[in-house]
């Protein structure tokens, strides 16, 4: 009889975060297929993304992770096939197109001006004729990407004076991605967004699907944390998904009374924790790791001290000579436990891997990691393709 959900160990609440993030199947033998990585971000519920490439894009970590080998064009098939879609969903982020609807009232709150994004928003107020042809263009010429409608006639980076050196067309585009007017349907091979309309990127279904009040599109989003999640706080079930703690207050109350969610107590945790009805303790984990600093298991900094004891800042904007462990340094989880750091570089013009620095956590003997992280830093080297 599967124990009832009341009260966790810390060792249950790891056991459930990590099943619900992926670590509860073994990586495949073969190469992962597609569907394989659309599974997965089914489950996740949201990759977030990010443009650094010292060793990869942040938002292939994840599935490497728990997929281990795999086609890394997957994103942009998954993409194609209108299987995921773009959106802010954490922060940038990859989101099965399913659960479009659920962020219609954060475009439309963005459109109307009750969600105010400090430089977006201004422009448009200042600028509506221009984003309004920007749109237009769109519309009946096609797909555009950012570039093919600069407006920009100084060398990029001369005039400090744009948001995040930004010229009019692309702030305009990004206004009308935020607002869900335009959409992305891709990204081209320098990473930059490809914005096309909604009606040619999304599948029918989900366009024609009803749109959800922001009340009941906002607790379905946190029903979604809770599965995605396991065992969480209030804050963490905010924070997977952007809300607001204040904003999910009441909706919490109502899933709980619903009895969509249950409140748990974790060990160790001062506040009160919350589990889905469906939640179970996993049989077996398949938890090592290399992980992306922007993976969803470790993004939450105060849920990694509490879940894991892993205190865990990513230093890429601290000074060089303030860092502690490395420029872009991923967590080493072995067996479901946060053993060490790697601070890592792909040498792509010597097909190399560069492996800078590893620093094992406190309490763990270099020896007891070194077989293990030396076969996930081959795994990786193999699928990055690093002699």
Not at 293 to 310: A, K
């Amino acid at each position: 009889m599967p124990k009832r959900l009341d009260e966790l160990t810390i060792v249950e609440a790891r056991s459930l975060a990590l099943a619900a993030q992926g670590f509860d199947k073994p990586r495949t033998k073969s190469k992962s297929l597609t569907s394989d990585v659309v599974a997965l971000f089914t489950k996740l519920g949201v990759v977030q993304i990010d443009s650094v490439n010292v060793l990869v894009r942040s938002q292939e970590l994840p599935l490497f992770s728990r997929l281990g080998d795999h086609d890394r064009n997957a994103i942009s098939k998954a993409t194609e096939s209108r299987k995921i879609f773009e959106y802010w969903g954490h922060e940038a982020a990859h989101l099965p197109v399913e659960i479009q609807p659920l962020f219609r009232w954060k475009m439309h709150a963005a459109r109307s001006g009750k969600l105010k994004h400090w430089g977006l928003t201004s422009f448009y107020v200042e600028n509506k004729a221009f984003v309004n042809r920007i749109l237009k263009h769109v519309e009946v010429n096609g797909s555009t990407t950012a570039r093919e409608l600069t407006t920009r006639t100084k060398k990029r980076g001369a005039d400090k004076k744009t948001w995040w050196n930004w010229d009019e067309s692309k702030t305009a585009l990004e206004y009308l991605f935020l607002t869900g007017q335009l959409m992305s349907c891709g990204r081209g091979t320098d990473f930059a967004r490809i914005y096309d309309t909604p009606d040619r990127v999304l599948p029918k279904k989900v366009l024609n699907a009803p749109t959800p009040t922001e009340h009941d599109a906002r607790k379905q989003l946190l029903v979604r944390s809770a599965i995605a999640q396991g065992a969480a706080t209030a804050s963490d079930l905010a924070d997977y998904y952007r809300q607001k703690p204040a904003a999910v207050k009441p909706l919490i109350a109502e899933l709980l009374e619903e009895g969509e969610l249950c409140e748990v107590a974790v060990d160790g945790w001062a506040e009160k924790a919350f589990v889905h009805r469906s939640a179970k303790l996993p049989k077996k984990l398949y938890a090592t790791a290399l992980l992306s600093p922007f993976d969803s298991l470790v993004w939450c900094r105060p849920r990694n001290e509490r879940l894991f004891d892993f205190h865990y800042r990513i230093e890429i904007y601290t000074p060089k000579e303030k860092r502690k462990f490395g420029y872009y340094v991923l967590p080493f989880m072995l067996n479901g436990q946060m053993v060490g750091r790697v601070d890592l570089k792909a040498d792509r013009a010597n097909s190399k891997l560069l492996v800078h620095s590893v620093h094992t956590e406190k309490g763990i003997n270099r020896a007891s990691i070194s077989d293990a992280l030396n076969n996930e830093l081959r795994a990786l080297a193999t699928w990055l393709q690093l002699e």
